[in-house]
């Protein structure tokens, strides 16, 4: 049950950065390198915090 979710889990995180690079794709004429810069950090700080939450979540240390 907790590979299950932790494979739901990431699916979604997959599913939103690919809906992420879509709009920003189709926004980046409005967008300048500076705030896709910002907007980078960002994701990548927040998938780097999910991963390692859920990790320890799902997948504790067994001693």
Not at 16 to 32: I, M, N
Not at 45 to 61: C, E, L, Q, T
């Amino acid at each position: 049950m907790k590979l299950h979710r932790a494979i739901t889990l990431a699916v979604m995180i997959l599913a939103s950065l690919l809906l992420l690079v879509v709009s920003v794709a189709f926004g980046a004429a409005s967008l300048g390198p500076g705030s896709l810069t910002a907007l980078l950090v960002v994701v990548v700080v927040a998938a780097i915090a999910g991963i390692a939450f859920s990790w320890k979540r799902y997948f504790p240390r067994r001693p």
